[in-house]
């Protein structure tokens, strides 16, 4: 049986649809500091995320979120929503999950999830995994 390569190797590309293109430049590139790489309209706005591609899928409209989109794992989750609060970003709360004061959500293996939206709707989130540390 050959050995399949697979994918492993290689970078992940993000992609989420976007509408509104300006409020989404500046949201992605301002708010939450990413490099605008490149705008190529009318299909994408390029930003990098720290080495990954994100490419922000320009459209007329965006299907309901049905789910977190796009995530970031940072060190240090209180930390981080704090800065992000202060930029303008405010975030989600669920009546079915029982979050912090911040909205941060601890998982049961110990992970810690806060999630925020975008200015179209979509779902974001940011994770601290103590085990990855």
């Known amino acids: 049986m050959p050995q399949?390569?697979?994918?492993?190797?290689y970078n992940i590309i993000g992609f989420v649809g976007i509408v509104d293109v300006d409020r989404?430049?500046?949201f992605y590139r301002d708010t939450l500091g990413l490099r605008?790489?490149?705008e190529e309209p009318p299909?994408?706005?390029?930003?990098d995320a720290n080495g990954i591609m994100l490419r922000l899928a320009m459209g007329k409209e965006i299907p309901p979120a049905r789910g977190t989109v796009l995530g970031w794992q940072v060190p240090d989750?209180?930390?981080?929503v704090k800065?992000?609060?202060?930029?303008?970003?405010r975030f989600e709360r669920y009546q079915q999950m029982k979050q912090d004061e911040l909205g941060?959500?601890?998982?049961?293996?110990?992970?810690?999830?806060a999630w925020f939206?975008?200015?179209?709707?979509?779902?974001l989130s940011i994770s601290e995994h103590p085990e990855l540390k």
């Open 4 to 9: 399949l390569t697979g994918l492993g190797k």
């Open 24 to 26: 989404a430049k500046a």
């Open 36 to 38: 605008l790489v490149s």
């Open 43 to 47: 299909f994408a706005l390029v930003f």
């Open 77 to 80: 989750i209180s930390a981080t």
């Open 83 to 89: 800065d992000l609060a202060r930029a303008g970003v």
């Open 104 to 113: 941060i959500w601890t998982t049961p293996t110990g992970a810690k999830v």
């Open 117 to 123: 939206k975008d200015p179209d709707g979509n779902i």
